[in-house]
């Protein structure tokens, strides 16, 4: 089994920056996917970033490219989001996911929630006016 926690959530000025951690326990999570997620109320959880968690490719959705970065620390077992430039469509639970099941390269294979197999608990973000 592996936990994922995520940290690092709050409320935050249009304009503004959030770092979010997304921190794994249990198996070893090496060779698994990682991916960023959110979900806003009334909406589907949507994809926001993907990598692998040693490295390797790294994916965005259009809508956050060039404003958000992922980055890992293998020595902590802890993956990243650095948010930039955040407005008000950027307010939903963010969410960590970890893949034993993606293997390909390319965005398509991280964009489904299905294709995730551990999720954390999700953390708030709110942008404000």
């Known amino acids: 089994q592996v936990q994922l926690v995520e940290s690092g959530g709050g409320l935050v000025q249009a304009g503004g920056s959030l770092r979010l951690s997304c921190a794994a326990s249990?198996?070893?999570?090496?060779?698994?996917?990682v991916g960023w997620f959110r979900q806003a109320p009334g909406k589907d959880r949507e994809f926001v970033t993907g990598?692998?968690?040693?490295?390797?490719?790294?994916y965005y959705a259009d809508s956050v490219k060039g404003r958000f970065t992922i980055s890992r620390d293998n020595a902590k077992n802890t993956v990243y989001l650095q948010m930039t430039s955040l407005n008000t469509e950027d307010s939903a639970v963010y969410y960590c996911?970890?893949?034993?099941?993606?293997?390909?390269?390319?965005?398509?294979?991280?964009?489904?929630?299905?294709?995730?197999?551990?999720w954390g608990q999700g953390t708030q973000v709110t942008v404000s006016s």
């Open positions: 990598t692998r968690w040693n490295g390797g490719n790294t």
């Open positions: 996911a970890a893949s034993a099941r993606i293997y390909r390269n390319g965005i398509i294979s991280y964009l489904s929630p299905d294709n995730y197999d551990y």
């Open positions: 249990g198996r070893s999570v090496s060779s698994y996917a």
